[in-house]
């Protein structure tokens, strides 16, 4: 599943930038940067889980990589989410800048 979504997102992102559709390649390169940083969210999931439970990997090693993967993707959809359609003036300082579709 995560290995599909590291694929498509570029795929996407990139036909977005194509076609002019800034804020959308955002989205899609958002998207793409959590699943590759949920490789370390799963390190830290199993690092957690291994204290938690006192077990070897055959026991939590499964729960981590779903534990880690969601949770990234989950942030990134509520930063996209978030930074979505916020006109810049209304934004606060030090926050990124979201381009519209038109720019």
């Known amino acids: 599943v995560f290995g599909a979504l590291f694929l498509i997102s570029p795929i996407r992102g990139f036909r977005a930038i194509r076609k002019g559709q800034i804020a959308r390649h955002r989205e899609w390169m958002i998207r793409m940067c959590a699943v590759a940083l949920g490789v370390s969210t799963v ?6 889980l291994a204290i938690a439970t006192k077990e070897g990997p055959e026991v939590w090693f499964g729960y981590s990589v779903w534990l880690g993967f969601t949770i990234t993707v989950w942030v990134a959809e509520l930063w996209i989410r978030h930074t979505r359609g916020v006109p810049n003036s209304a934004r606060p300082a030090g926050t990124p800048v979201a381009f519209s579709e038109g720019t």
């Open 43 to 48: 390190r830290l999931c199993g690092i957690v």
